[in-house]
């Protein structure tokens, strides 16, 4: 069995009478990404200023481990084998990227030449050697969030709690940014991360559990959420009124976008049924302007899964389903 690097039972937190996690149950492997999506509110900081011990979970939580620590009574060795970088930055713009870096080094009690070692290493990482001298409050939004992120690194954690750790990075900051969290990783990192970036959890997370309502709504590789909802249909667009109207007519199962002058057939992609529409549109002498096919991606989980009260209805086109 792998070990787990967290482990949660029944994890509960509410401020007053509002209950932010509902008893919810994680459970992430070594050396493994989990991401953790949700709308706004849906309680992801919550989960992850808890388990990185900032926050007490309510007192009638099960058990909860994180790096093999009981995090009720351990917290100090929890402390100890993570990093956490906050959704907003620990960045103290007074003073340079390169002292705010010495400072973390210091905060793990490195020795001064392996701090300004770890410092020089992890700024060129971070594309931020230029930088270095210069006041953090000069930096642009993406500067800051990788010297946050470079920060977290300092102590070498095992286990790093990221949250939304790519939000205001431009694409290739990105990219970067996701290539860092493949590498540590593959040094036998685990990353907890939260995020609104559906392709992001798509792309890194080995499994992602959908928070919503105070609940897991589901979890899974992103295959296995991407098949539990329907969502696949071919769409056609037209331009001119009348030939719309004769393909809504002949394509009477179809869903209308008036407004788009566009129809959505609930379909899986086949060729079968790609030619049988086409058929039915030949016959009655009608082109579509465009033809595209669907197939279900994270963005459609995410919105099956958290439109509040809206269960996902099979064979539905995911514009009624939102
Ligand atoms: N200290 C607090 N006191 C009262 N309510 C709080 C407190 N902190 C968070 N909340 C509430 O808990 C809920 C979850 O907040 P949280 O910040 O965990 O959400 P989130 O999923 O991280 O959202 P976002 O995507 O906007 O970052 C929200 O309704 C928030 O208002
Ligand atoms: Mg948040």
Known sequence: ?????????????????????????????????????????????????????????????????????????KAQAVRAAIGVTGQFSAVDGLITGEENMLLMADLHHLPKSEGRRVTAELLERFDLTDAAKKPASTYSGGMKRRLDIAMTLVGNPRIIFLDEPTTGLDPRARHNMWGIIRELVTDGVTVFLTTQYLDEADELADRIAVLNDGKIAAEGSAEELKRLIPGGHIRLRFTDPDAYQNAALALNEAHRDDEALALQIPSAGSQRELRTILDRLDTAGIDADELTVHTPDLDDVFFALTTANVPAQPNQPKENVR
């Open 1 to 73: 069995m792998t070990n787990l690097a967290i482990a949660a039972n029944g994890l509960r937190k509410s401020y007053g009478d509002k209950t932010v996690l509902d008893g919810i149950d994680l459970a992430v492997p070594e050396g493994t990404v989990f991401a953790l999506l949700g709308p706004n509110g849906a309680g992801k900081t919550t989960a992850v200023k808890i388990l990185s011990t900032l926050i007490s979970p309510d007192p009638a939580s099960g058990d909860i481990r994180v790096g093999g620590h009981d995090l009720a009574t």
